[in-house]
């Protein structure tokens, strides 16, 4: 079976532009949650989504968006980049209810390296 | 979030058992402690996880202590493929608001001699 799969794999942007990051989880996984990581740190939180719905979002602003779709596949949008948005994004997906979902395993992917100039 | 104490890194030979250590002093009695690691140029991988009592899988064996402010990731035998960070995270069963949300440390840099 196919793991969580990412694209683009690389991205050059420039500050002040946008960028649509996207993820397809794993078959039968209905959540969806996106992290950051910059280099040398771990991955921060930024959204989950669950059955279309915004169920979590971390300390990020407003510049920061994401969607899900019937699919279950989601999209990660970032305007009017800045030069502290370069950074590896991952997704993970879950299976598993709302209820369940705290001790259910997050399946990452590879990530999208973002660089900004 | 409760937090979690890493050591930055750690090193072993190959074939030789590896016990990474995990403080959790503030932990809460709904927490689960989840194990991930992260290989060079990959997104983070699950490991294990549990509550209270000691677990086996595939992969590692996680020891919780009796009163569960700390707990050990132990590799039975490494491997240079065992070389990648580790991340101790709570994760609370209840759920809520932090559902979907992980929260990592600065994790533990395991480096494996050949």
């Known amino acids: 079976d196919a793991g969580v799969t990412q694209s683009p794999t690389h991205l050059i942007k420039t500050r002040g532009q946008h960028v649509t990051l996207r993820c397809s989880p794993i078959s039968g996984h209905k959540s969806v949650s996106w992290y950051q990581q910059v280099l040398g740190q771990g991955p921060q939180f930024i959204f989950q989504?669950?059955?279309?719905?915004?169920?979590g979002r971390g300390n990020f602003p407003d510049r920061f968006s994401a969607r899900q779709f019937p699919n279950y596949s989601s999209e990660l949008n970032v305007n009017a980049l800045l030069l502290g948005d370069s950074a590896l994004y991952l997704c993970?997906?879950?299976?598993?209810?709302?209820?369940?979902?705290?001790?259910?395993?997050?399946?990452f992917g590879d990530g999208t390296r973002l660089s900004i100039l | 979030d409760a937090k979690t104490t890493q050591p930055n890194s750690m090193e072993s030979n190959e074939e030789e058992p590896v016990h990474l250590p995990c403080n959790h002093s503030?932990?809460?009695?709904?927490?689960?402690i989840h194990w991930y690691r992260q290989l060079p140029s990959q997104g983070p991988e699950y490991v294990i996880h549990g509550l209270t009592s000691n677990v086996n899988n595939r992969m590692a064996s996680l020891a919780i202590a009796e009163d569960r402010k700390s707990s050990t990731l132990i590799l039975h035998r490494a491997t240079l493929r065992d070389a990648a960070v580790y991340y101790c995270i709570l994760r609370d069963l209840a759920g809520g608001t932090s559902y979907g949300k992980l929260t990592f440390g600065q994790g533990t840099i395991l480096t494996v001699h050949p």
């Open positions: 993970a997906s879950s299976s598993g209810t709302a209820k369940m979902g705290s001790n259910q395993p997050q399946h």
């Open positions: 989504y669950y059955e279309k719905e915004e169920r």
């Open positions: 503030t932990i809460s009695g709904t927490d689960y």
